[in-house]
């Protein structure tokens, strides 16, 4: 009986040394978000956060400046989603009417201007939710 209520009182003092509460890491997290990955342009000093239902395409046919498109990894999936793009200033962006019906937002990098754009939808919020995290998370620090 003496065993059984030793073994059940370290038991319990196991499991309550387990449930205490962690000290956060004094260091940043570099890793990705759950279900997030990461893009980094070495040449023009960026990174971002994605979700991992898409992935990269590089494709500039008909996308002047781009540096990558993002498209759904569904099956049947057949139009980018969002794209980066590369250009002198903002003003040269916006004089591009490829890029014209996309929602977007821009960043000046070193001595280019870094724009992030993507097919809003007004009928999903969570679309939009998402691509706006993915703006949040734009890094210059690269």
Request: some cysteine.
């Amino acid at each position: 009986m003496k065993k059984t209520l030793i073994f059940a009182l370290a038991s319990v003092t196991i499991l309550l040394a387990g449930c205490s509460p962690q000290e956060p890491a004094d260091e940043p997290n570099d890793q990705p978000v759950a279900d997030m990955k990461i893009y980094t342009s070495v040449e023009y000093g960026f990174s971002l956060q994605y979700p991992s239902k898409y992935k990269t395409v590089v494709d500039d046919y008909g996308w002047p400046n781009s540096v990558v498109h993002f498209i759904e990894v569904e099956p049947g999936a057949q139009s980018y989603r969002a794209t980066i793009s590369v250009w002198t200033d903002e003003a040269e962006y916006t004089a591009s009417s490829v890029y014209s019906a996309m929602e977007y937002a821009g960043y000046e990098v070193g001595d280019n201007y870094v724009v992030i754009g993507y097919f809003a939808d007004s009928d999903n919020a969570d679309l939009n939710n998402e691509w706006q995290e993915v703006i949040n998370s734009f890094d210059a620090g690269q």
